[in-house]
């Protein structure tokens, strides 16, 4: 399985911006995923990038405020968080699914194989 470590949590005031990393020794075979779980809720799919980041998606409701990238040069991918509302709190992770032809983007939890520990975001004035 992949080592994925997502970073870049903590606490951010509501209207800020905050950058998510997600590294691991080989990224550019994979695509990765971000998902968070917030408290009390289930587990949702926010966004993903194919393996060379020729295809994205976001969720509907998310994509005016976050955008994923990466650059396999790095094997990091990010998730920029714009405009963090209070419930954006959650705890987020990333994910990682072979995809060797560079066509996957997929939010379905299932089509993981591999998951990060998660970094938690925390909104708060």
């Known amino acids: 399985q992949l080592q994925l470590v997502e970073s870049g949590g903590g606490l951010v005031q509501p209207g800020g911006s905050l950058r998510l990393s997600c590294v691991a020794p080989t990224l550019d075979l994979y695509a990765i995923g971000w998902f968070r779980q917030a408290p009390g809720k289930e587990r949702e799919g926010i966004s993903c990038i194919s393996s060379r980041g020729t295809r994205t998606m976001t969720a509907a409701s998310l994509k005016d405020r976050f955008t994923i990238a990466r650059d396999n040069t790095k094997n990091v991918v990010y998730l920029h968080m714009d405009t963090i509302t209070p419930e954006d709190t959650a705890v987020y992770y990333c994910?990682?699914?072979?995809?060797?032809?560079?066509?996957?983007?997929?939010?379905?939890?299932?089509?993981?194989?591999?998951w990060g520990q998660g970094t938690q975001v925390t909104v708060s004035s």
């Open positions: 994910a990682a699914k072979l995809d060797p032809r560079d066509r996957t983007v997929t939010m379905a939890e299932g089509d993981f194989t591999s």
